[in-house]
């Protein structure tokens, strides 16, 4: 099973970036779909963005899309998560997780198998 270590989280301000980075050991990551989801306090995980294996599937949340890009260096073993005019509301620890089901309308993990996630948090 591949295991993923998230990192890049931090303290930014609002309209700030940051680029999150998830580095995944015990496989490649070339066959898998990959998806980074979040979770705030007091509520649930969500899928933020997932992207596919091969055949170009792209997924963002509508709270994300326009703001945040996923892609993938196979090369490197790695997916990003760029995260561009961020919010508040977007203050949550980050999670990446691999397999999951990517599909146009969300990201749902296969297992629940996560790591520790890293924090975003954005504040004046």
């Known amino acids: 099973q591949v295991q993923v270590v998230e990192s890049g989280g931090g303290l930014v301000q609002p309209g700030g970036s940051l680029k999150l980075s998830c580095a995944a050991s015990?496989?490649?990551?070339?066959?898998?779909?990959i998806g980074w989801f979040r979770q705030a306090p007091g509520k649930e995980r969500e899928g933020v963005s997932c992207?596919?294996?091969?055949?170009?599937?792209?997924y963002y949340a509508d709270s994300v899309k326009g703001r945040f890009t996923i892609s993938r260096d196979n090369a490197k073993n790695t997916v990003y998560l760029q995260m561009n005019s961020l919010k508040p509301e977007d203050t949550a620890v980050y999670y990446c997780?691999?397999?999951?089901?990517?599909?146009?309308?969300?990201?749902?993990?296969?297992?629940?198998?996560w790591g520790q996630g890293t924090q975003v948090t954005v504040s004046t």
């Open positions: 015990g496989s490649t990551l070339d066959y898998y779909a």
């Open positions: 992207i596919s294996s091969g055949d170009g599937v792209i």
């Open positions: 997780a691999a397999p999951v089901i990517c599909s146009a309308y969300g990201s749902y993990a296969i297992y629940d198998n």
